[in-house]
Every structure is written in structure tokens, then in C-alpha cells.
């Protein structure tokens, strides 16, 4: 077999004459010599063949097509871009609520608002960017302009967020928003061009095989660039202190400069003239908008039978133009099941179960000696409670932000401990979206329904490890005491009264050390199992019987379930998503490059886009603005712990 050494341009059609290009064959260092072999077709074509070992030709063979073109190092600089811009994007994206409920002091609901108005202009300017590259820049152009607006936009958010320069909340709101916008316009109006720019820079199809690679490269940059960034901006904005808070600033600064050196590195690119720059080739965008909407037109209003419905069209507008129309609904046709690929890539995310509007939670624990009956408003049968039992509301409609509901109260037994007198009627003040806890106990020698301050945090901890709050009743103990929770480690978890402890552990099971009057510990016959992922409610209290007085129980309650399967088997359902948004991403963004027109490609992939933005925003559920407050307190708990990982430093009031 002959492989072709000469193109087609080197024949002169109109003469006789063959022109002779030069060609050189490279030594490879053997004593043998390389024979060339000339070969005239009976059209005077000349063809160039490499006698290879054994005596056997090779003819068109791809891998000795592909090494004729030299891989081009322009894509390191494109792969380096978009890592630092991913980066950029998806650090700053990480604390952006935070810093709007926090530091801009937006509700929680006006942060939902503002933080998805902005992702669906990230979404939505893909559109223009993509305009502007076909029509007047070229993509190389629009990349480098709005790129530069891209910095600027981070610039200005990392200056708004420096306390000294904007005191004011009116002028520091205004100048973060316009920042956003600005980011928004710059990671929107390139995220069509670097992928394709980046494929322009191969020949096609020589270099099939090199664009593969390039793309699967080109993937893990944006996962690697957005990995590193969800992981060390937040770690930056808590640990980091600057003017006494928590530092923005320097949040948002780093994902600025990484944008700075994501502009360097492409324009180090140009300089060193390595890429192949396309011409823009005009958006035919409208045209074929009209097409479609004639047909559709023509095809109502005639009864032509036609071979395909954009036929209709024919009158009006250019075959080519029908024709690459009828294969780009074929492309589309083939992107149906994508969708539903990341409808089921998305289910990965679980979002907690939090309390819906004109909800709340309710337990109440019986502390009391004797046993007792209650009757509430919201509920039809009676309940019974024994000592130290708890029972739990897991949802009941309050119809409105706040509620009195109304508790009556019967003792079961004629004596019960000190109690003289009991209330028939109590009322308990409720908030929605709130877990409260109340304990039925006795002050003085009256029966009382005391709330627990503040609320429980019912939401499973995104830790994954088990969260314990202290409850207490400790009559003459000081508040300086602590109670001790020893388990198979050393050091023990120590939980301070002053303090409205509660925190994560980590463990099973633990012994506990009660305080006593001379400032020590002593162990008591109790024990607490907890396990991952659920939420309890310990209690310690005095007997409130006199004739016990003496006694101190403690007693283990589950606010939230913990977690029914072992960590471990997510190791492979993981292993498996990623594979398969490998393999489904990475030949996706070649399909799309290779296969489609080229002044559609942009409308294809932003047509996907916006699906996949419009379903995961019909899917969100709203957090409520508590889980947003108990996510602050549980960071602030962290920094004032001791011995467990996180306190808070409120007291509990009885």
C-alpha cells in the first residue's frame, strides 16, 4: 500500500507538467538506507511511499498522518487559562451567600434572590459572548476583552469587601452588586470561546485522536480548578482575620489574582505567536431562526406534501442554509438524553429536610417524678408520659411566623416528688421554622413548661459526625461547672454549663463525669451512645423529689435520626458518577466541537445549559434562615471550644 506524501495542490490541472515538491527523509540513525518510491497514476498524479521494514507500504495510515502535523503547545497556555478561571469562579462562588447574608446583611430570602439573579446571568451571557466572537472579534479577541472586564469585576468585589474602604453598607452594597454583574458578563461571555478556541487549535481530522486528549484535559482542569477553590476559599475567609472579622477580602482577592493570572498566561500565549486564530465567520443566528419560524409558516398554511418539513423554507431561503438546519435538529435530537443524564448527576446533592413556612417543631420532655397526661390543642389523642419521656412534633402548622399553643396537664399519680400545684392550662409560644424543646418541671413547687434557649439545630450536621447538646437542672451546682464525656480516646469532651454547650464528637460510646460541690468530677452509672449523623439532647437534672435530693440522672434523647448506611458504601456510587460524567462530558464537548455547524455549536451548548439551570432551580429547595444562623453559630461555637471541636458560648436558661 502507497501512502500519499503530496497534496493535491502541488498539480497543475491545465498542464502537463508535474511539479516535484522536496522531500526529506530523516536518518534514524541506521546504516540502511530509506528508499522513496515514485508512482504516476494514469491521471499523472504522483504519489510518494516509505518503503517500511519487511517491504510493506502503508497507505493512509492515521498515526503517519498525524505526525506530520506537530502538536500544538498553544492548548497548555488555553488548559492554564481556564484552570485559573475556574478558579477565580468557583472560589468566589463558594462564599457568595455568606458574604450577602453576612457582610451585606441581606435576609436569607433576598440572598437566594440575588445569588440565582446572578447565576442566571452567568448562564444567560454565554449568549452575547458568543455573538461577539462570531460576528465582530473572533473568539482569541473576545476572549482577551472580556476577560479584562472579568478582572476589573473581581477587582471591584475584592475592594468592597475591605471594611475601611466601604464603611457604609448603601455604597458597599452597591459596589459588591456591581462587581457581580461585572463577573457575571466576564465568565459568561468567554465560556464559549476558550473550549472552542481551544479546539481550533488542531487540524482536523489529522489530529482526532490529539483533540480527544485535549478535551479530557481540558475537563480536568475545570474540576481540578473548582476542587482546589471550594476547598481553600472558605478555609481562607474563616481561619484568616482581617479588622476583627471574618476576611472577604482576602476570599475574593485570591480568585482576583488567580483571574489576573489566567489573563498573563493566555496572553503569553500570543506572544509567543503560537495559536491558530480563526476569523470570525459571522452569526447566521437570526437567519436560521427565520428559517425554522417560515417553514413552520409555509407548512400550516399549504397542504405540499414535502420530503422534510424545512423544505417549506425552500422559497425563501438557501439550500445549504435548510441543509445544515436538518442536521443540526439531528444533533439535538441526539441530545435528549442529557437531561435526564444530569437530572440523575444532580440527585447526588441531597438538600436537608428543613421546616416549610407556617411550620414548627415541638418536644416536650417530661422531668417530673410522676407520670402525666396532656392534651394538646393541635393533637386528638391524649398522651401519656412516665418519667424522663420525651415526646416529639416533627411538623405542626402554626398557620403563620408565630403561635401560642395551648397544653393541658394532668398528674396520673396523687403525689409527685415537691409538686403542690399544677396549672390545668399552659400555653407555649412557637415560631415557624423552629425546633424548640420544652421541659415540664418544677419551679419552686409549681409545675412549669420552660422552652429551651435557644432552639435545637435539628438539620443532619454536614460534618457527618454526631452533634450532643447538654441539657441541665442542676439546682446548687455552679454554672462554672462542666460535665465530662470519657470514651476510648484520652482527652475527654468537656461540656461547660455556662456555655449552652453542645458540639460535634466523634465516637459511640461514652461514660459520663458529673460535677460535684468541691469543683471536681465524679463518674457516674450512666452512659450516652450517639452515632454519626444524628442529633441528640442529653439531660442532666437533680431529682425533684425530696426524698432523692441526692440522686442526679442523666438521660440520652434522639432529636434526628442518625445515618442508616455506612459512609463506606459511597466510595462506590461515587466511583461510578464520576466515571460516567467523565465519559459523558468529556466525548460530549467533542461531539458538540466535531460534529455540529460551527456557527451553531454555541446555540447548542447554551440551549443545554439552559436546561440544565432551569431544572435545578425548579428542583431547589429554599433553606430557611435558621439553618443559615445555626451554620454561624456552630463556626463561632468551633473557634471558643476546648477539649470537643465546637461550643457555644450562650447559656442555657431554665
Excluded at 188 to 208: H, T, Y
Excluded at 263 to 273: D, E, K, P, Q, T
Excluded at 344 to 371: K, S, V
Excluded at 521 to 527: A, I, V
Aim: glycine letters at 6%; one cysteine or more.
Amino acid at each position: 500500500m502507497y501512502a500519499p506524501l503530496l497534496s493535491r495542490d502541488v498539480w497543475d490541472e491545465e498542464e502537463d507538467d508535474i511539479h516535484y515538491p522536496s522531500y526529506t527523509v530523516g536518518d534514524d540513525g541506521d546504516d540502511d538506507e530509506e528508499v522513496l518510491y515514485w508512482s504516476l497514476d494514469h491521471n499523472k498524479k504522483m504519489e510518494c511511499s516509505k518503503l517500511l521494514e519487511g517491504g510493506e507500504k502503508m497507505y493512509d495510515d492515521p498515526d503517519q498522518t498525524e505526525e506530520r502535523v506537530k502538536y500544538p503547545r498553544s492548548v497548555f497556555f488555553i488548559i492554564g487559562t481556564e484552570f485559573c478561571e475556574r478558579f477565580s469562579y468557583y472560589g468566589m462562588k463558594a462564599i457568595l451567600t455568606l458574604y450577602l447574608h453576612n457582610e451585606l446583611k441581606f435576609s436569607e430570602d433576598s440572598s437566594t434572590v440575588i445569588y440565582h439573579v446572578w447565576s442566571m446571568l452567568c448562564y444567560f451571557t454565554p449568549i452575547l459572548g458568543a455573538i461577539i466572537a462570531d460576528t465582530l472579534l473572533g473568539r482569541f479577541r473576545t476572549i482577551f476583552y472580556i476577560s479584562v472586564l472579568y478582572v476589573f469585576g473581581n477587582a471591584v468585589l475584592s475592594l468592597s469587601a475591605v471594611p475601611p474602604v466601604f464603611p457604609d453598607l448603601g455604597p458597599k452594597i452597591a459596589v459588591s452588586l456591581t462587581g457581580l454583574f461585572l463577573i457575571a458578563l466576564g465568565t459568561g461571555g468567554i465560556k464559549p470561546c476558550v473550549s472552542a478556541f481551544g479546539g481550533d487549535q488542531f487540524v482536523l481530522p489529522k489530529q482526532e485522536r490529539q483533540l480527544t486528549q485535549f478535551f479530557s484535559i481540558f475537563y480536568f482542569s475545570i474540576n481540578a480548578g473548582s476542587l482546589l477553590s471550594t476547598y481553600i476559599t472558605p478555609i481562607l475567609r474563616d481561619n484568616v482575620h482581617c479588622y476583627g472579622d471574618d476576611c472577604y477580602c482576602l476570599a475574593f482577592g485570591i480568585p482576583a489574582i488567580l483571574m489576573v493570572v489566567a489573563l498573563s498566561i493566555f496572553v503569553a500565549g500570543n506572544i509567543a505567536r503560537l495559536y491558530r486564530k480563526v476569523a470570525p465567520q459571522g452569526s447566521i443566528l437570526a437567519d436560521v431562526c427565520r428559517c425554522i419560524w417560515h417553514a413552520l409558516r409555509q407548512k400550516c398554511k399549504t397542504k405540499e406534501n414535502k420530503e422534510h418539513w424545512l423544505d417549506h423554507a425552500s422559497d425563501k431561503f438557501d439550500k445549504s442554509l435548510i441543509s445544515d438546519v436538518k442536521v443540526v435538529l439531528k444533533i439535538l435530537l441526539l441530545y435528549i438524553p442529557l437531561p435526564f443524564f444530569w437530572a440523575l448527576f444532580d440527585q447526588q446533592e441531597t438538600y436537608p429536610i428543613a421546616l416549610e413556612n407556617g411550620e414548627t417543631r415541638l418536644a416536650l420532655i417530661n422531668t417530673l417524678p410522676c407520670n402525666i397526661r396532656l392534651n394538646m390543642s393541635w393533637e386528638e389523642k391524649e398522651v401519656n408520659l412516665t418519667h424522663l419521656e420525651q415526646v416529639v412534633y416533627k411538623s405542626i402548622n402554626i398557620h403563620g411566623q408565630n403561635a401560642t399553643l395551648n397544653v393541658t396537664l394532668d398528674l396520673e399519680d396523687e403525689t409527685c416528688g415537691d409538686v403542690i400545684h399544677v396549672m390545668p392550662d399552659y400555653e407555649i409560644f412557637v415560631t415557624e421554622k423552629q425546633a424548640q424543646t420544652v421541659l415540664i418541671t418544677i419551679d419552686t413547687t409549681i409545675v412549669q413548661m420552660v422552652p429551651v434557649d435557644p432552639p435545637d439545630e435539628y438539620l443532619k450536621p454536614s460534618s457527618g459526625l454526631p452533634r450532643l447538646r447538654m441539657l441541665y437542672n442542676l439546682g446548687v451546682i455552679p454554672f462554672n461547672s462542666t460535665v465530662l464525656l470519657k470514651g476510648k480516646f484520652d482527652t475527654p469532651f468537656e461540656f461547660k454549663i455556662k456555655e449552652k454547650p453542645q458540639g460535634y464528637i466523634s465516637g459511640t460510646g461514652y461514660e459520663v463525669y458529673l460535677p460535684t460541690s468541691d469543683g471536681g468530677h465524679e463518674k457516674s452509672p450512666y452512659k450516652i451512645d450517639v452515632k454519626l449523623g444524628g442529633v441528640y439532647n442529653f439531660l442532666v437534672q437533680k431529682s425533684l423529689d425530696e426524698a432523692h435530693t441526692n440522686q442526679t440522672t442523666v438521660k440520652n434523647f434522639q432529636i434526628t435520626p442518625p445515618n442508616s448506611v455506612h459512609m463506606l458504601w459511597l466510595i462506590p456510587q461515587y466511583f461510578i458518577i464520576t466515571v460516567s460524567e467523565i465519559m459523558f462530558s468529556i466525548t460530549g464537548l467533542e461531539f458538540s466541537f466535531t460534529q455540529a455547524m460551527e456557527f451553531f455549536l454555541f446555540a447548542i451548548l447554551m440551549f443545554i445549559d439552559m436546561i440544565l439551570f432551569a431544572m435545578i432551580a425548579y428542583r431547589y429547595k429554599y433553606i430557611d434562615e435558621l439553618a443559615v444562623e445555626n451554620n454561624d453559630k456552630t463556626e463561632e461555637s468551633e473557634k471558643v471550644g476546648q477539649y470537643n471541636e465546637s461550643f457555644s458560648n450562650n447559656e442555657t436558661k431554665f
